[in-house]
């Protein structure tokens, strides 16, 4: 069974970076797309980007090039940096992998607070 | 493309509760849809995956379709029971990137 846990830290500066890392036990990151989600206080989902391990990565445009994402495979991580940060980046954020032909498998979420 | 849901259904135990996710443009059949299920205080999980397929696990009470003459998918729980009370949202991809629909607040009266 895949499981996800995302980690990092919970309280950021406005301007500064938020970077978060979802760890993936299981199974090889390599098998699946890997992408990070967020939702803000009483909001829905929004989803951030992805990235698939051979380089391909997209990201939401409405995060206007703020958004980094990489994976490590050698650690089965893959990773999370949004720079410029506001308050409107607080949120949960979750890491999830998505295969086809596979359910979504979901970390838990962890909460960043953006807040000087 | 935008998937759209009703903000909220309700619905007594036992009954069945059907949850709409309809898409902007392009047909609902060009990719694949599933349904995420987010109990209050919690991290989503998939209870539809690939327009009807149900993860194991998840109870035979949850159904997914899709149906081209209204471009919309659907999520049927049928029995409902007081656990089944949470947000659901619809998911689809855009190429790779994902979409999601607003979420539905399932509520048992």
Not at chain 1, 74 to 81: E, R
Not at chain 2, 3 to 8: C, D, H, K
Not at chain 2, 48 to 59: A, K, L
Request: glycine letters at 10%; charged letters at 15%.
């Amino acid at each position: 069974q895949v499981q996800l846990q995302e980690s990092g830290p919970g309280l950021v500066k406005p301007s500064e970076t938020l970077s978060l890392t979802c760890t993936v036990s299981g199974d090889s990151i390599t098998n699946y797309y890997c992408n990070w989600i967020r939702q803000s206080p009483g909001k829905g989902l929004e989803w951030i980007a992805y990235m698939y391990y051979i380089g391909n990565t997209n990201s939401n445009p409405s995060l206007k090039g703020r958004v980094s994402i990489s994976i490590d495979t050698s650690k089965n991580q893959f990773s999370l940096k949004l720079t410029s940060v506001t308050a409107a980046d607080t949120a949960i954020y979750y890491c999830a992998t998505a295969a086809r032909g596979r359910p979504v498998n979901w970390g838990l979420g962890t909460l960043v607070t953006v807040s000087p | 493309f935008m998937l759209t849901q009703p903000r909220s259904v309700s619905e007594s135990p036992g009954k069945t509760v059907t949850i709409s996710c309809t898409r902007s443009s392009g047909s609902i059949a060009s990719n694949f849809v599933q349904w995420f299920q987010q109990r209050p205080g919690g991290a989503p999980t998939t209870v539809i995956y690939q327009d009807d397929q149900r993860p194991s696990g998840v109870p035979g009470r949850f159904s997914g379709s899709i149906d081209s003459s209204s471009n919309s998918a659907s999520l049927t729980i049928s029995g409902l029971q007081t656990e089944d009370e949470a947000d659901y949202y619809c998911h689809s991809y855009d190429s790779s990137d994902w979409v999601f629909g607003g979420g539905t607040k399932v509520t048992v009266l």
